[in-house]
């Protein structure tokens, strides 16, 4: 549950405005961590170029013919620090001559993949000998997710295949598993499936031989056996094991004609219609069971393939996180729909603390774009919008977020040829996504081309993705810049419109 606690976020600036230079506030008796080193690397990170966007030179003021973020309200700086526990003590205070530049969000460079596994340099803090609060600020930056991910590896909530690594435990009522016994041999593995199999038989034919053993030497058949005088109950049973014979004979049909039951007792004849009615009921449960278990759809899920990694990038102006499904059977799935679940924790405004919430991810059930027609490779997208929970989440604060998204497949088995063991059932297929399984920045490469008029699915290119230039902030943060140089321009359009209009004469 620990490592999806929400986490503060640290003291960054994203996106808004920021020192030049920043001055940590000199503490008596205070140990600075990550001294000057740590500085001058985040100076030359700042004053690095970007590799999507060109930097311009900066002057002071706002750079021209770029355009800043809008002012939201309340800052952004300040929005950043709304995570923050009410009993840490607030953010040093910046110098009042500090110089500040704006920002831009299209400035910012895309996080690779592979920056993302390495622990981030934090910024230098001030130990203060405040006690215990002072500790606890301490310690929750510290345990940051970055800084955490070299120490130990991410507990899954679904494996990359599909399997969900939730253990049930201290189930006092055990006999509602007996009361659906059915299905409860179907789940069992395979190796235990086979000893139930087979232990059904061999225990049928092991009581009932010894009832036949039992009866015949009650009746005096064994002690009698080459007197032909005698009338013999079940002939040719002179112990245990010709009474087990008889017992597999009778119950498997075989008939050699050597062992029988005869009609000089009644009680023998009701033992055989007895074995002959348990013999049945136990093919038809366990042959049922050997069925259904062999024509159970969920190997048919292997071959149903979901990309390794997410991608965020603009598709048709819009924030998009994308993934590709693929399936590698020429038999199609039908009725194919897919759906998405965020697992994440999260604390309510009245203090609950909800370890892995389910929410939704719209991936187009209100327009029909979650029914999949599978017959080449698809990439699912997600919209990024107001509704999403993505929606105020940049790429900078992606890096610190902890989360999983839970990928489910669903669709009905096509039935082809004489395979008809299949038919109608569902098959389902999950997989899931870390935070540091998403790309930002980046699209899938195309993997079909038109070749001797059929087209051609390459699946080498299947995982495979290329950068595009992509913003890294938050869709929310572009939506009001968009809203505000749309505000700007109905504002410059009306001024020129103001200023064109032909100055009226006063009247005699």
Known sequence: MLA???RPPTDTSRYGTFPQKPDLPAAPGALVEDGGQQAAATTAKRSTP????PSAPRRSGIVP????????????????????????????PQEAGARLYPLHALSVANIPN????????????????????????????EDSPMAQAGKRQRQRYVTKVGKCQVNLGNIQDKKRFLSDIFTTIVDLKYRWFLFVFMMCYVITWVVFGFIYFFDAWLRGDVGHQ??????????????????????????????????????????????????????????AMMVGCMFVKISRPKKRAQTLIFSKNCVISRRDEKLCL?????????????DAKIRAKLIKSRQTAEGEFIP??????????????????????????HVI????????????????????????????????????????????????????????????????????????????????????????????????????????????????????????????
């Open 226 to 283: 080459g007197d032909p005088e005698w009338q013999a109950c079940i002939e040719n049973v002179d112990g245990f094991v010709s009474a087990l014979l008889l017992s597999v004979e009778s119950q498997r049909t075989i008939g050699y004609g050597t062992r029988m039951v005869t009609a000089n007792c009644a009680d023998g004849v009701i033992l055989l219609i007895a074995q002959s009615i348990v013999g049945s009921m136990i093919d």
């Open 114 to 141: 592979s920056s993302r596994g390495k622990t981030s340099a934090r910024s230098s803090t001030v130990h203060t000998p405040e006690g215990l609060q002072s500790r606890r600020c301490k310690l929750l930056e």
């Open 385 to 508: 919008n107001h509704h999403s929970p993505f929606w105020d989440m940049s790429a900078e604060s992606l890096r610190r977020e902890q989360f999983e998204i839970i990928i489910i497949l669903e669709g009905i088995v096509e039935a082809t040829g004489n395979h008809c063991l299949a038919t109608g059932m569902t098959c389902q297929a999950r997989t899931s996504y870390t935070e540091d399984e998403i790309l930002w920045g980046y699209r899938f490469e195309p993997c079909m081309s038109l070749e001797k008029g059929a087209f051609q699915v390459d699946y080498s290119r299947f995982e495979m993705t290329f950068e595009v230039q992509t913003p890294a902030a938050s869709a929310k943060e572009l939506h009001e810049l968009k809203e505000l140089e749309q505000q700007e321009h109905s504002t410059l359009s009306l001024y020129w419109d103001h200023l064109l209009q032909p100055c009226a004469l006063p009247g005699p």
């Open 356 to 381: 892995l919430e389910q929410s939704e991810l719209n991936l187009g059930y209100d327009t029909g774009e979650d029914r999949l027609f599978l017959v080449e490779p698809q990439i699912i997208c």
């Open 4 to 6: 999806y606690l929400p």
């Open 50 to 53: 970007m590799p999507n966007y």
């Open 65 to 92: 013919g770029e355009p800043s973020l809008p002012p939201s309200r309340g800052s952004l700086t300040t929005q950043h620090h709304r995570g923050r526990p009410s009993w840490c003590p607030p953010p040093a």
């Open 322 to 334: 994308m993934f590709r499904v693929g399936d590698l059977r020429e038999s199609h799935m039908v």
